[in-house]
T-cell receptor, first 116, second 109 residues
Framework: GAGVSQSPRYKVAKRGQDVALRCDPI?????LFWYQQALGQGPEFLTY????????KSGLPSDRFFAERPEGSVSTLKIQRTQQEDSAVYLC??????????????FGPGTRLTVL | DAKTTQPTSMDCAEGRAANLPCNHS???????VYWYRQIHSQGPQYIIH???NNETNEMASLIITEDRKSSTLILPHATLRDTAVYYC??????????FGAGTILRVKS
């Protein structure tokens, strides 16, 4: 595809359920980022992958959050035992270069997660 | 990463230039200034970035002061479609973007 895609676009979960959010980055992009955006706020960094290596997970809010990118392309963000405070839009972004390269990040449309 | 300060909101008349200011007084030598915007219900969109020289692309111009403590994003001919939240971000090694509250730009006809 031409851009970053995310699925599902909308997810409703009952409190305590596990969810998995998928990100398909632009083909060939080395870097992949996950961000969380609460209603009315700017996005907040969650984690970063360079190819399949997760180099920064400092933004993950708890050990219920887990991300992977096993083959260096598609990434999955998993949230276990969802809580109401997890309700947010989860954004994925990819960029061509690695850590030392300053280039633009291309964002997907996001997955809106609502936890009831 | 250095913190940025932006006005909460701005209005601009359609067809006029929109000048969005940003203060980043604690920026360090290896940090770049990035601008992104977010139109309602969409993911952020990259606009432009620079280190110390002024930059221009098809979307906008970025003017960075000589001491690098502030910058201005210029949309030369604003249209209604430019109504969005504009984020000024300072980013160093690792390219992690730290978004603030941004500036809500309203373009009015």
């Amino acid at each position: 595809g031409a851009g970053v895609s995310q699925s599902p676009r909308y997810k409703v979960a009952k409190r305590g359920q596990d969810v998995a959010l998928r990100c398909d980055p632009i083909s060939g992009h080395v870097s992949l980022f996950w961000y969380q955006q609460a209603l009315g706020q700017g996005p907040e960094f969650l984690t970063y992958f360079q190819n399949e290596a997760q180099l920064d997970k400092s933004g993950l809010p708890s050990d219920r959050f887990f991300a992977e990118r096993p083959e260096g392309s598609v990434s999955t963000l998993k949230i276990q035992r969802t809580q109401q405070e997890d309700s947010a839009v989860y954004l994925c972004a990819s960029s061509l270069g690695g850590l030392a390269v300053h280039n633009e990040q291309f964002f997907g449309p996001g997955t809106r997660l609502t936890v009831l | 990463d250095a913190k940025t300060t932006q006005p909460t909101s701005m209005d601009c008349a359609e067809g006029r230039a929109a000048n969005l200011p940003c203060n980043h007084s604690t920026i360090s030598g290896n940090e770049y200034v990035y601008w992104y915007r977010q139109i309602h219900s969409q993911g952020p969109q990259y606009i432009i970035h620079g280190l110390k020289n002024n930059e221009t692309n098809e979307m906008a111009s970025l003017i960075i002061t000589e001491d690098r403590k502030s910058s201005t994003l210029i949309l030369p001919h604003a249209t209604l479609r430019d109504t969005a939240v504009y984020y000024c971000i300072v980013s160093g090694y690792g390219n992690k973007l730290v978004f603030g509250a941004g500036t809500i730009l309203r373009v009015k006809s």
